[in-house]
T-cell receptor, first 114, second 113 residues
Framework: AQSVTQLGSHVSVSEGALVLLRCNYS??????LFWYVQYPNQGLQLLLK??????LVKGINGFEAEFKKSETSFHLTKPSAHMSDAAEYFC????????????FGGGTRLMVKP | KAGVTQTPRYLIKTRGQQVTLSCSPI?????VSWYQQTPGQGLQFLFE???????NKGNFPGRFSGRQFSNSRSEMNVSTLELGDSALYLC????????????FGPGTRLTVL
């Protein structure tokens, strides 16, 4: 079975600072990888996905992630944090080839200080 | 297009009861997946339905079941509720594609007393 590890259950940054949320995965085959964001009392919203087309993936709201096979990592970054980025972020890997059976990491709660 | 809708949004049940949750996917989406989210276990995959057939199943007991109708709407049922079933149940729908991108609904918050 595949697994996803998100280092740091809580990350705090100042507004305008770099955001770096870490994700490592284990997979025996080239995976499909996803980052989702969850705001309070809401469902999950897709930020970006890796499908092997390009190692650097750009998503919504200025986020991007780089797939590094040698490190089995898919870290999420944003150059400048905004207060509205405060939320919980989940990294996920698909268990099946269609991407319909996701295994999620434990989540990282991002706090943005003014 | 309207997003994924889930009803009800909040539900309170007592131990031993059963519950049915409903999910209406985005128009045209034929795949519907269900996930359970709890503080202790995080997000866990329950099952996925495609064209009225269960295509994938997670590691949950048989008390958890689901079905999909011809219009792609889906229901999940939990019988003999336990306190540990208290969770946010999320439904996601996906169009056909490789890989599919799942679009999540707001969830149903189930509290078991």
């Amino acid at each position: 079975a595949q697994s996803v590890t998100q280092l740091g259950s809580h990350v705090s940054v100042s507004e305008g600072a770099l955001v770096l949320l870490r994700c490592n995965y284990s997979s025996s085959v080239p995976p499909y990888l996803f980052w989702y964001v969850q705001y309070p009392n809401q469902g999950l919203q897709l930020l970006l996905k890796y499908t092997s087309a390009a190692t650097l993936v750009k998503g919504i709201n200025g986020f991007e992630a780089e797939f590094k096979k040698s490190e089995t990592s898919f870290h999420l970054t944003k150059p400048s944090a905004h207060m509205s980025d405060a939320a919980e972020y989940f990294c996920a890997v698909s268990e099946d080839n269609a991407g319909n059976m996701l295994t999620f990491g434990g989540g990282t709660r991002l706090m943005v200080k003014p | 297009k309207a997003g994924v809708t889930q009803t009800p949004r909040y539900l309170i049940k007592t131990r031993g009861q059963q519950v049915t949750l409903s999910c209406s996917p985005i128009s045209g989406h034929r795949s519907v997946s269900w996930y359970q989210q709890t503080p202790g276990q995080g997000l866990q995959f329950l099952f996925e339905y495609f064209s009225e057939t269960q295509r994938n199943k997670g590691n949950f007991p048989g008390r958890f079941s689901g079905r999909q109708f011809s219009n792609s709407r889906s229901e999940m049922n939990v019988s003999t509720l336990e306190l540990g079933d208290s969770a946010l149940y999320l439904c996601a729908s996906a169009p056909q594609g490789v890989p599919d991108t799942q679009y999540f609904g707001p969830g149903t918050r189930l509290t078991v007393l």
